[in-house]
């Protein structure tokens, strides 16, 4: 089942479909959170339905197969972990379905989800199959932004970009989904993706990221008591809670330089004042780029011990106050 915001994008590839105009390699590019992979998924379904061209019939031999994950011409490959390549070896894999002969005597469909996550060699791998391409093959590759992408892997596929609701649509089908409202700056953390910000909810993020931003207020304020609790805090939600503190400071220095709108924490307005009244300008700059800095660092090397860490970043606005 499409989300409301993919029907647009889905109503141009079912008109390909249709003239049998469907690239070989389809790069569809969306932001974590948009349920790219379901939309993908909606495209590989079709692509092999015995029944129909335009949309899976869900009743013959080929849809109930893919319902049941056990398609044998469908092959999905995705990194093992988040932040984890595809490596060369599952390129090579997938360059051999390519040429294999259908099971099913139709098409084959190769999915590569977070391509922007192969490596270089994997990348140089794919590239002859995709100039190449092997009769009644599919591919279809996903990616957050072309930034990580090889410009030769660019070139090869038919591009489209899955453009997101506005905030204030995205804020209407969280609270439907959940029966509640929900506050702006939920959406606005989350790039205003409805499936990221619908788990923020669910999960409780939204509670503890407001119990994160109110002690770090509190702990600003000499005689800066309070480090070890918002430490804590941090270590216990992960590198999540560094991006919420950076959009935090951002929005500390928006409002130092006159801006009126804009602001993540939309309704947290009163924590951003108190912290733009306490903390200099050059000091909010200096801190934001060492917590982006942090987050990286942390991202890049496990084993890292991020409670001091973060302590010793604290302080930065300790020496400065």
């Not at 093959?137 to 970009?161: E, G, H, V, Y």
């Not at 200096?286 to 010793?312: A, D, F, P, T, W």
């Amino acid at each position: 089942m499409l989300y409301p915001w993919q029907q647009t994008l889905w109503q141009n590839w079912q008109l390909l479909l249709g003239q049998k105009r469907l690239h070989h390699a389809v790069l569809l590019l969306a932001e974590k959170g948009s349920g790219r992979e379901v939309l993908a998924k909606q495209l590989a379904r079709t692509v092999l339905c015995q029944n129909c061209d335009t949309e899976p019939c869900g009743v013959c031999h080929s849809c109930k197969l893919f319902e049941a994950e056990t398609h044998p011409d469908f092959h999905y490959v995705a990194p093992v972990e988040e932040g984890k390549q595809i490596g060369v070896d599952t390129i090579r894999q997938c360059n051999r379905w390519a040429v294999e002969t259908s099971q099913l005597g139709g098409q084959r469909v190769i999915l590569i989800d977070h391509a922007d996550s192969l490596g270089e060699a994997a990348a140089n791998a794919l590239l002859k199959t995709l100039e190449e391409p092997p009769a009644d093959c599919q591919f279809i590759l996903t990616a957050q932004s072309l930034d990580n992408m090889l410009p030769t892997i660019n070139s090869r596929c038919n591009k489209w970009r899955l453009t997101m609701p506005n905030e204030d649509d995205t804020k209407r089908w969280v609270e439907q989904q959940m029966m509640q409202s929900i506050k702006l700056e939920a959406v606005r953390l989350n790039s205003g993706a409805p499936l990221a910000t619908l788990q923020f909810v669910e999960q409780g993020q939204d509670i503890r990221h407001g119990n994160l931003i109110e002690a770090f207020t509190a702990f600003i304020q000499p005689p800066f008591t309070g480090i070890y609790e918002v430490a804590g805090l941090c270590t216990s939600e992960g590198r999540a809670s560094l991006k919420w503190l950076s959009y935090f400071l951002v929005d500390c220095i928006k409002y130092q330089q006159g801006v009126s709108n804009c602001f993540v924490h939309s309704e947290s307005l009163n924590k951003v004042q108190a912290v733009a009244a306490a903390v200099n300008l050059a000091v909010l700059l200096s801190q934001v780029r060492k917590v982006n800095e942090l987050h990286r660092q942390l991202e890049m090397h496990s084993g890292l011990n991020e409670e001091l860490l973060i302590v010793e970043w604290l302080t930065g606005f300790i020496s400065h106050g």
